[in-house]
């Protein structure tokens, strides 16, 4: 998984491993006979990935357990969130994968199969189009599907999601997850425009007070909108926020979040590939970079002077002062 499928991947599980974003979110997704049949008052995850190791770098999983409201059935609603730019076939044989291993374990264990609804979530640049009923990529005459496995999923695509359609009123109770799936609309579109709307709800709802969820928030917007940062400031303060509050505990947190994962991972090339890529990101945000500076920095193999490199990304006042400290160490 290169870095910004990891991105967008860390992004979709930290907005839906909170319960009181599933809700929400499951209120306003799923078709109303469901909504009435399904009790949301207690609800678990599993924390389980049962992505198969070939879709890793299309795909990301949660799954929700819940019951039935009167028959009190076990439910499991399996969120499948496509993280890659383009469309990929195989969300269908994903779906099956799961499908198939929770009711063989329910088989093993004597119990009777549980309920599985699928759930995709998919955020590509254009309208999705691969079909949403399983038996439908079989080009065969109609006489055959009675004898054929068939299964539908619920889809929700950001590209024909109406935010500010009537249906879409009760996402405004919880703009923590609306501003989250608005970045995620425009994370493969590059619209600034929706990135503008963000903030001002942000400040319509005062919601500019919530600042470790608007520097999470942010952090996505810088990893997948390529925004310097004079001109992020501009789009907040054009919004009535105060970008100079908000950008010094941003670059902290970038900062932070590249110690963390250094603590996580050790100094194993993947992760000396990670800082790389982060020390790009930051300063592009800050400044401008080249592509020539770019892979100076993608040269570099010294993991103490990344780390030194990235603690000077918020206080540099130019972006040579951060360069030139990483001369001694190109090979």
């Known amino acids: 998984m290169n870095l910004i499928e990891y991105i967008h991947d860390k992004f979709f599980k930290k907005i839906f491993s909170e319960v009181a974003n599933v809700k929400t979110f499951l209120k306003f997704v799923l078709p109303a006979v469901l909504q009435n049949r399904l009790d949301f008052t207690e609800i678990m995850f599993d924390s389980t990935s049962y992505v198969s190791e070939e879709y890793k770098s299309s795909f990301s999983d949660i799954v929700v357990k819940c019951r039935t409201k009167t028959e009190q059935l076990p439910v499991d609603i399996y969120f499948l969130f496509e993280h890659k730019s383009f469309q990929d076939e195989s969300v269908l044989l994903q779906l099956m994968h799961y499908m198939y291993l929770i009711w063989q374990k ?3 264990e004597k ?3 549980r309920v599985i609804i699928p759930l995709v979530f998919y955020h590509g640049e254009g309208p999705r189009q691969i079909p949403k009923q399983f038996i439908e990529q079989f080009l065969i005459a109609d006489e055959w599907k009675p004898f054929l496995l068939n299964f539908s999923y619920i889809l929700f695509d950001t590209n024909a999601w109406d935010w500010q359609a009537e249906s879409s ?4 109770e919880n703009i923590y997850l609306l501003s989250a799936m608005l970045l995620m609309k425009a994370a493969f579109r590059k619209d600034l425009d929706i990135i503008r709307q ?4 942000w400040h319509q709802m005062g919601f500019i007070h919530e600042k470790e969820r608007i520097t999470f928030l942010l952090i996505y917007v810088t990893a997948t909108q390529d925004i310097p940062a004079p001109q992020l400031e501009k789009l907040l303060e054009e919004s009535n926020l105060k970008g100079e509050e908000v ?6 947190r970038w900062i932070d979040e590249g110690m963390e994962k250094g603590m996580e991972k050790g100094i194993e ?3 000396l590939l990670d800082r790389q890529e982060v020390l790009i990101m930051l300063l592009s945000t800050r400044f401008h970079l080249n592509e020539d500076e770019k892979q100076f920095i993608r040269e570099v193999n010294d993991i103490e002077k990344l780390t030194a490199a990235l603690k000077m990304v918020a206080t540099a006042k130019t972006k040579e002062e951060v360069l030139e400290s990483l001369q001694t160490v190109v090979h």
């Open 106 to 108: 329910d088989s093993k």
């Open 247 to 252: 950008m010094p505990t941003l670059a902290q």
């Open 111 to 113: 119990k009777p199969m």
């Open 269 to 271: 090339k993947g992760y």
């Open 198 to 201: 963000v903030f001002q709800l």
């Open 169 to 172: 009123r009760p996402l405004k």
